[in-house]
């Protein structure tokens, strides 16, 4: 049975998680506008996209989408180098300063190109900054292998519950977390679309309290040497 020291270890991942989907859902609907039916964080639809645009001779789609999948790459394996050398909270510290940037670019002629660049970067640096919770890998910029997570953890528990079985029961949390992604990815999507379609000032200054609150909070774990 998980001790109190589980149950306390879950609920921190489970506020940081929604958190950080609130804000991927949120980002990604802003920039699923801003990049024209393009994915901010969800690197398969884009692939899926370019190999339409090839074999259609799309070209200059084809290359935006490249740029966008290579600057997730090489952003992502700079934001684990960042994490391997100065911890999580500096990634989070990113993440605020991408979010600052993109909104300053919005107010620019070259808003569009800009995006293209910053957008893809901003979810790489929060893909690569914290990427488990409570001892589970739980990726918050997307959510298709967490909702195959929540479901096998679910079957899981069912099938140690039946009388007779062997199996164990999964640890705690491994349902309520993947679950919790996906529920403030889709609600941080909502939040993302009604800002658009209520034509909200600084769409992408809104997320920087809870960012803040998050980096204290985890800046704070950091200092008593407790993963985050």
């Known amino acids: 049975m998980a001790g109190p ?36 964080s969800a690197m398969t639809g884009n692939t899926t996209h370019l190999a339409a ?23 992502a394996m700079l934001a684990t180098l960042a994490r391997l050398r100065w ?46 919770f409570s001892g589970t890998a739980i990726q918050t910029i997307v959510i298709t292998s967490n909702l195959l997570k929540c479901a096998s953890a ?11 079985s062997t199996v164990k029961p999964p640890a705690p949390g491994a349902a309520l977390l993947p679950g919790l992604s996906w529920l403030g990815f889709a609600a941080g999507a909502l939040c993302g679309t009604l800002a658009m379609a209520w034509h909200m000032p600084l769409p992408f200054i809104w997320p920087l309290p809870l960012l803040i609150l998050l980096y204290l909070d985890i800046a704070r774990a950091e200092a008593h040497n407790t993963p985050p």
């Open 53 to 75: 645009a090839l074999v259609g001779g799309i070209w200059p789609h084809a290359f935006m989408l490249l740029g966008i999948l290579a600057t997730f790459f090489v952003v």
């Open 154 to 164: 679910l079957a899981t528990s069912l099938a140690a519950r039946w009388p007779g």
């Open 5 to 40: 020291s589980s149950s306390s270890s879950v609920r921190v991942s489970a506020r940081r998680i929604l958190v950080l989907d609130l804000l991927a859902g949120y980002v990604d609907a802003l920039g699923f506008v801003y990049l024209g039916g393009l994915f901010a």
């Open 87 to 132: 911890q999580a909270a500096i990634g989070i510290a990113c993440v605020g300063v991408l979010l600052g940037a993109t909104q300053i670019a919005m107010l620019t002629p070259w808003h569009r190109t800009l995006a293209l660049v910053l957008l893809p970067a901003l979810m790489a640096v929060q893909g690569e900054t914290i990427a488990r």
